[in-house]
């Protein structure tokens, strides 16, 4: 388990913001009912903050991370910006890149690098250059800024977009689409909605224009091919269902190699106190999403947050490969000993066949996982309890011994 765990702090290094883990400082979090970086003030690193209000007047060399019912930027930010907040206006200078989620999102400045929007109503003015790519998500989306150097790509209910796209432009609009007169796509523009897109006069696209019209009687959603991918993976899901299946059976049997005497204590533990493993079981699985919630209350708890999230992850999956080992050997010992690896694989089938079951299926995975998510609490609880030999991983006909100290 020391292992993964490991594997699961890497992990976690690797795809967060590095300003997150490394706090210097000027990049203490602030928590308060209003926060304001005065004009004229630099701050030579990373600034996370998180209050009511957040005003930014003065300068960030590095990354901000701001969280507020109302937050607003007027300075410059050399780094990346990331806002979370009710409504968020940003009209000064980005370095790097910007991603915003909000209710009401306005931009107004100049970014170096792409912007990523999610927001019930967004609005990109003639004042927010973008030099990378534009993806915005939400109900009501307008665009005009008078340059977006890459593509753009909008997913929501209305858009109205009046700017010029150095490539082409993907757009899902459920209600409207207009294209304004200063919009010009020098790629293709390819469309999903209820009804054809609006072309104001002046508005041009270099490329092809392909429009496909939203239909709720489909079974699938036709995103420009979406019907015929996931019908050829309906062909192909036989072939697809055994290759993961013996991805599943070569990873559950490595890892029953790696950690052999730990699959033996848990077995053991399941064995010898069922009851207690499954209490310990329902306490872990509500005890986790209850502690992440708690440290993702404030910023700087969010690192501890994800970090739990990925440890719980890989808990549950190891969680199944061990309930999946102790259901294959208890079907497999009686006849033909202990046969390790094909126990595991045993076990993988009932849980296969499980999957198959609808609903009820789901649910007498989870309660046998949750044997298995007890059972390791015991087994590290109470380590003198179930001590036990180190597991040989070659077949064999006599049944394992474990010995209670």
Known sequence: MRKLLVISYWLLVLFLPVGFLTLHPDQVLAQGENELLPAGNVIESDYIRAANQIQIDGEIKGDAFLMGGLVTVNGKVDGDLFIAGGKVTVNGEVGNSVRIAGGDVVLNGPVGRSVLLFCGNCSVSRQATIAGSLIVAGGNADVSAPV??????????????????????????????????????????????????????????????????????????RFFGAKTIFSAYDRFRPIVDLVGFAVSALVGYVLLSLFPRFFEKVVTAIERQPYASFGWGVIVLLAIPVVAVLFALTIVGIPITLLLLIVGYVVLVMAKYLMAFFLGRRVLLARWGERRGWAMVAGLVIFYILGLVPIVGGLVKLLLMLFALGAMVLSYRHKEIFEQDALRVTSGRSPGRSRRK
């Open 148 to 221: 977006i150097g890459k593509g753009f790509r909008y997913f929501g209910g209305r858009l109205y977009l009046n700017s010029p796209i150095s490539n082409e432009a993907f757009v899902v609009a459920d209600r409207e689409f207009l294209l304004g007169p200063a919009a010009s796509i020098s790629g293709d523009l390819k469309y999903t909605g209820n009804s054809e897109v609006v072309v104001q006069p002046g508005a041009t696209v270099a490329g092809h224009i392909a429009y496909e019209k939203i239909n709720k009687d489909e079974q699938f959603p």
